[in-house]
């Protein structure tokens, strides 16, 4: 009974492709996140929604396209691939935004080529 | 904006040793929590701090918080090579949850 589950765990492709993780949370919460790790593990928020709604965008590129079909699921659609998108990312799921612990999913490693 | 400031980012010790790490944040943080992660892993949350003078024990790691100095700690009793990872602190505010960037704990046997 995952609590944060993303698929897939490992995703190589080539520079130009487009690309999609999905996540998916089953602890009830109305938050979810998305950050992405570099190779220097820093940890770097990307997106955060809160029933479904996009509640922050921290500045990345347009080419990545969050989705929240229900406050259970944020997917994560990325196009024109470039080798500096490289990271692992990670879905993250809390009761309250800011101010209750995240649940994290086990990392989509993403590989661009 | 919440900046977080951990130190040291390396530490490498020697078993039964004990250490500390320590993480500042920048402005009020609604609450200042600590999460583990092994190699390749997911983040494993430690602990959550709520208010000034908190302090929380599991183990051999202790944490604590005083929100007047904006500083956070945890600390390691008697180190065991099983806790060797990497540990993150993060504050939380403003509908986000913003992390440190990590402390690489090597414990050697």
């Known amino acids: 009974d995952t609590a944060v589950s993303q698929t897939p765990k490992y995703l190589v492709t080539q520079m130009g492709n487009d690309k999609s993780i999905k996540c998916e949370q089953n602890l009830g919460h109305d938050t979810m996140y998305w950050y992405k790790q570099d190779s220097k593990k820093f940890l770097k928020i990307m997106f955060s929604?809160?029933?479904?709604?996009?509640?922050i965008n921290e500045t990345v590129p347009n080419r990545f396209s969050p989705k929240s079909p229900d406050k259970a699921h944020l997917n994560l659609h990325i196009n024109s691939l470039e080798l500096g998108d490289s990271a692992v990312y990670f879905c993250?799921?809390?009761?309250?935004?800011?101010?209750?612990?995240?649940?994290f999913g086990q990392g989509t490693r993403l590989t661009v080529v | 904006e919440l900046k977080v400031e951990q130190n040291p980012l390396f530490l490498s010790m020697q078993e039964g040793k004990n250490y500390t790490i320590y993480c500042n944040y920048s402005t009020t943080s609604d609450r200042l929590y600590w999460y583990r992660q092994d190699p390749g892993k997911s983040l494993e949350s430690l602990f959550v701090?709520?208010?000034?003078?908190a302090v929380k024990q599991e183990g051999r790691l202790m944490a604590s918080l005083d929100t007047k100095a904006r500083l956070s700690t945890l600390h390691i009793t008697a180190a065991v090579h099983d806790l060797s990872a990497t540990y993150f602190c993060a504050g939380g505010r403003d509908d986000k949850i913003i992390f440190g960037k990590g402390t690489r704990l090597h414990i050697l046997p």
């Open positions: 993250a799921s809390s009761l309250l935004m800011g101010a209750t612990e995240a649940f």
């Open positions: 929604y809160n029933n479904k709604e996009l509640i």
């Open positions: 701090l709520l208010s000034n003078g």
